[in-house]
C-alpha cells in the first residue's frame, strides 16, 4: 500500500483525563552530545520516577549524567540505539521511548503520553510538536482541543514511543542507517498489519534545534 504521510481524519476520543490502568515498565534511549547535557536532563525528569535510562554519549559523557551512560563514542544513531537496548535484560512488557538530546516537553510528558496512548488504543506514537520549535510535517504539529488521533505515520524523532507489542516489528532498528531518516517507511509495514498509529495532541514537545 502506498505510504500516506498525513494523518487520517479519524479523530480518536478519550477521556479528557487519563491516568494508566496500571504502571507500566519504562525504558529510554538516548544518544547525547555533551552540548545538549542540560536539556538532556530536562528531558531525563518528564520521562516518570522509576524509569530506565540508557544513554549513550557521542563525544563526551557529561558527569552528571554518567551514572545513566552505558557508552561513549562516535557512530549511526540507531547502531547506538540497538547496543543500549540490547546491553542489559528488557522486563517483559516494557514499553520504549526513544528521544533526541534536543528536545523537551512544553506541556505533558512521557506518562501523560502512554496514558493516551493505552486509552487510546495506540501501538506507536509521539506527542504532538509546538509551532515554536524545529518540525518536519505540519501533521505532527499537535492540535487545539484535540487529545489524540490517527496517523499513518509516525517520524523517527524527536520523540516516539513504542508499546510491547509492536517492538518485534521495529527492533533491532535497521543497521547502517545513520540518524535513520527513511525507516519511517519500514515502520508503515507495522501498520498495515493492523498496530495503530497516533499522535498525543494533548502532550507537546518542542525540538530546539534542526540537526
Known amino acids: 500500500p502506498l505510504l500516506k504521510p498525513w494523518r487520517s481524519q479519524r479523530i480518536t476520543k478519550v477521556a479528557t483525563h487519563v491516568t494508566p490502568s496500571a504502571p507500566v515498565p519504562v525504558l529510554c534511549l538516548m544518544v547525547y552530545r555533551a552540548r545538549n547535557a542540560d536539556r538532556v536532563r530536562q528531558l531525563v525528569g518528564q520521562i516518570g520516577f522509576g524509569a530506565e535510562i540508557r544513554l549513550w554519549a557521542l563525544d563526551e559523557v557529561a558527569p552528571d549524567l554518567a551514572a545513566m551512560t552505558l557508552g561513549c563514542g562516535p557512530g549511526g544513531r540507531f547502531d547506538h540505539l540497538n547496543w543500549l537496548y540490547a546491553a542489559r535484560p528488557v522486563v517483559r512488557g516494557t514499553w520504549v521511548v526513544v528521544a533526541d ?3 523537551v516537553f512544553v506541556r505533558g510528558d512521557i506518562p501523560e ?3 493516551t496512548m493505552q486509552a487510546a488504543g495506540f501501538n506507536l506514537a509521539q506527542p504532538g510538536q509546538t509551532l515554536l520549535g524545529y518540525w ?3 501533521f505532527n504539529v499537535g492540535r487545539p482541543l484535540v487529545r489524540a488521533s490517527d496517523t499513518n505515520l509516525v517520524e523517527i524523532g524527536p520523540i516516539f514511543v513504542a508499546d510491547p507489542a509492536v517492538l518485534p516489528e521495529m527492533l533491532p532498528f535497521p543497521a547502517d542507517s545513520g540518524m535513520g531518516w527513511g525507516v519511517e517507511a519500514d515502520w508503515y ?4 498489519k493492523g498496530f495503530r498509529f497516533g499522535i498525543v495532541d494533548s ?4 525540538h530546539l534545534s534542526r540537526g
Do not use: S
Not at 189 to 192: D, G, I, M
Not at 203 to 206: G, H, K, P
Open 101 to 103: 538530546d534536543d528536545v
Open 113 to 115: 503520553t502512554i496514558a
Open 136 to 138: 518536519t510535517h505540519l
Open 189 to 192: 509495514q507495522a501498520k498495515v
Open 203 to 206: 502532550c507537546r514537545m518542542m
